[in-house]
């Protein structure tokens, strides 16, 4: 009798769960949270990858029976918005195999999220989330902010989707004003602000998978990233560190304490870290797999990646505590100065040529129209580098970067 695996929401890097479920003789369904796949992701979406493709239109207990009938081996997350309704799946279906349903909505929204992470004594940024200015402007006093750089964002997004910084001393209520009521990646109406104190440091990801409350740990990576007049999350470079790497050690035990907080229990979550002078502070978790080409990354680099862990979790029962390094790896972004025509999309062929080169994404080709890169969902692709020493590796980042000065955007 054929298996099958339901994938929520399985956009861009998490459809290559549909091929490593495959592998193993289990067929892979789609299910949308949304009656039709999200415009963000429309570019990268391909349904033709999954057995069959399900939309949700609201009514919860239609799709329980729907998902029922495919008496899934299990149901996973491929992207934020995909969260809350595995949960709810989850716990109709494959009770006590979850993570904590109380707190799903922390997993998911950044301001409960802080809330809960607060309330468990964790380090943390001072932050609100209001529709009120007046609410904004009594917290600022209240923190002793005034004059303090800011970060204004939606609450319920992704992938640095309208994040913004306000530097010291600078307005924030045009950013404010602009955030709330605007409609964000995921189709959601931004009816409240999240005002954050600005966190200066480094930035980095622990990337994990857990089973039955055991805390394995995938991967640590740091980002490169930089910022664009207001926006800061335009995505430059990732690279791995080593397990016994002081800092990763001290990353991971800090995401640890809030993939608990926040009832992690089962499955991978992402969590995005800032490491200040006073220590590390939480951007957010999520609980979905690394999105993008990070998978790919992570097994080019490790050996194993968080869809791995996944299918050896539900078809095998193991659990992998940690990771080692196995070749030094980055992942390259490429991006467009502006918005318009791309004329020479073919010049990226050459990075294919490099000593170090493993991979290159890009959903563009010559003549399309592309946008100016403010964020991930506005990159242009990605080149994922790995060789023998770390030197080989940052001589061919210099040479992916002169071929990306080679692409021509006509306005």
Not at 41 to 70: A, E, I, M, Q
Not at 142 to 161: A, I
Not at 356 to 375: I, M, W
Request: glycine letters at 8%.
């Amino acid at each position: 009798m054929q298996r099958h695996v339901i994938l929520v929401d399985p956009y861009s890097g998490a459809a290559e769960y549909a091929n490593a479920f495959r592998e193993r003789g289990i067929e892979p369904v789609a299910v949308l949270s949304t009656p039709g796949p999200l415009d963000s992701y429309r570019r990268t979406w391909s349904p033709d990858t999954f057995y069959r493709t399900h939309c949700f239109n609201g009514n919860l207990s239609d799709l329980v029976g729907t998902v029922k009938d495919y008496d899934p081996v299990a149901i996973v997350p491929g992207n934020e918005s995909a969260v809350m309704l595995v949960d709810l799946l989850v716990a109709e279906l494959m009770p006590g195999s979850g993570n904590v349903l109380e707190l799903s909505e922390a997993r998911r929204d950044k301001w409960p999220m802080a809330e809960v992470v607060a309330a468990a004594g964790i380090p943390h940024l001072r932050q609100i989330a209001t529709a009120d200015p007046r609410e904004v402007s009594t917290w600022i006093d209240e923190n002793e902010l005034q004059g303090w750089p800011l970060v204004l964002k939606p609450r319920r997004s992704g992938g640095t989707d309208d994040v913004h910084k306000v530097g010291a001393g600078e307005d924030w209520r045009p950013y404010f004003d602009r955030l709330l009521g605007s409609v964000n990646r995921f189709d959601i109406s931004n009816d409240t602000v999240l005002v954050q104190e600005f966190a200066p440091g480094s930035e980095y990801i622990v990337d994990t998978y857990s089973v039955d409350g055991k805390f394995g740990v995938v991967s640590v990576s740091r980002y490169s990233k930089s910022a664009k007049y207001d926006r800061i999350g335009i995505y430059d470079a990732l690279d791995y560190l080593s397990p016994e790497d002081p800092i990763a050690q001290e990353l991971t035990s800090y995401a640890r304490q809030v993939a608990e907080a926040v009832g992690v229990r089962n499955g991978a979550t992402h969590t995005e870290i800032m490491l200040t002078d006073e220590g590390p502070r939480l951007i957010e978790i999520a609980a979905r797999l690394a999105g993008s080409c990070l998978q790919y990354a992570a097994r080019c680099a490790t050996g194993d990646s968080q869809i791995d862990r996944t299918v050896r979790h539900y078809l095998d029962g193991a659990f992998t505590p940690g990771y080692e390094i196995v070749r030094p790896v980055r992942v390259v972004w490429l991006s467009s100065p502006r918005a318009g025509i791309l004329c020479n999309a073919e010049v990226l062929d050459q990075v294919r040529e490099l000593e170090t080169f493993q991979r290159l994404g890009t959903p563009y080709a010559t003549g399309d129209v592309v946008p100016c890169t403010e964020d991930l969902f506005t990159s242009l692709g990605w080149v994922i580098l790995g060789g023998t020493d770390q030197e080989s590796v940052d001589a061919d980042t210099l040479r992916v970067k002169e071929v990306e000065s080679q692409l021509v955007v006509e306005p």
